[in-house]
Structures are given as structure tokens and as C-alpha cells.
């Protein structure tokens, strides 16, 4: 099975930004299966909107044994600052590897800067967002 590893480190703020491109890649990328590496932290709110989106930690050492066996990803998308470093050390593993550096100053939403990262047409709505009644739950981040 082909892997598509998402990295986006950050508190529930990043963590929730980062839904409308797990929604996308999910609905794009059926037959693979997506790993969110960030905070576990946030793991049921990630599981309550994308329950087959495997999550792991990028901050713990407490590793179980299913966080250190995993296929070597076909794609790697990376949610911070370019680092030489760790470009260099993700393309030994997989060369297919997409960067955003989030600019927080050009008055474009986070999501659909890092939506940019997947080279579809994408429209504004997403549908956990348009979810709405009163049996379902609502996140709001401001």
C-alpha cells in the first residue's frame, strides 16, 4: 500500500488548518493510506473528522511499537519553514516531497495555502465545515 505522510507540528490551531488539506488528500488519495504526523495531543479531534487518517507523534519519545514500522511514504507533505536539513534527509526516503511555508501576512487562509501544496483545482467549501445540524459537533478556531 502507498503511504502519503503529512508533517505539520503545532498546537490545535496548526492542527485544525491543516483539515481542509487532509479532507482533500483523503477524497483524492482513496487507495492510500495517510499519515498525520503532529501533535497526538489532538488525536480525537483528528479521528472524529478523519477516522482512517492514522495519526503519530512528532514530540514524544514514549514510541510504541506501530509508530517505528511503517512503508516508506510515495509522497511527504511538510508544513513549516524550508529547512536544507530535513529536505535533504526526506528525499533518502522519498523524493517526492512538497513544501509550504505558511505567510501569515498575505491575507490568504492558512487552509488554502496549504492546499497549494496539491496541485488540483480546489473550491472554497469543505463539507465538515458546511455540517450542520443539531446532532452534529462544531469547531470553531479563531
Given at each position: ?5 503529512v ?13 481542509p488539506?487532509?479532507?482533500?488528500l ?17 488525536i480525537e479531534?483528528l479521528n472524529e473528522?478523519?477516522p482512517q487518517?492514522?495519526?503519530r507523534?512528532l ?39 512538497s ?18 501544496l496539491?496541485n ?12 450542520s445540524?443539531?446532532n452534529?459537533?462544531?469547531l470553531i478556531h479563531?
Amino acid at each position: 500500500m502507498n503511504e502519503i505522510w503529512v508533517f505539520r507540528p503545532g498546537a490545535l490551531g496548526d492542527t485544525i488548518l491543516a483539515l481542509p488539506l487532509l479532507e482533500r488528500l483523503q477524497k483524492n488519495h482513496i487507495n492510500e493510506k495517510i499519515i498525520f504526523w503532529g501533535s497526538t495531543e489532538y488525536i480525537e479531534i483528528l479521528n472524529e473528522f478523519f477516522p482512517q487518517i492514522e495519526m503519530r507523534s512528532l514530540f514524544t519519545c514514549d514510541f510504541v511499537k506501530t509508530d517505528l514500522t511503517f512503508e516508506l511514504p510515495t509522497k511527504i507533505y511538510v508544513i513549516l519553514k524550508k529547512d536544507h536539513l530535513l529536505e535533504k534527509n526526506l528525499k533518502m526516503i522519498c523524493l517526492n516531497v512538497s513544501w509550504c511555508e505558511i505567510e501569515e501576512k498575505n491575507n490568504e487562509w492558512v487552509a488554502l495555502q496549504m492546499q497549494s501544496l496539491v496541485n488540483e483545482n480546489f473550491d472554497n467549501e469543505f463539507s465538515f465545515i458546511r455540517k450542520s445540524s443539531s446532532n452534529s459537533k462544531m469547531l470553531i478556531h479563531m
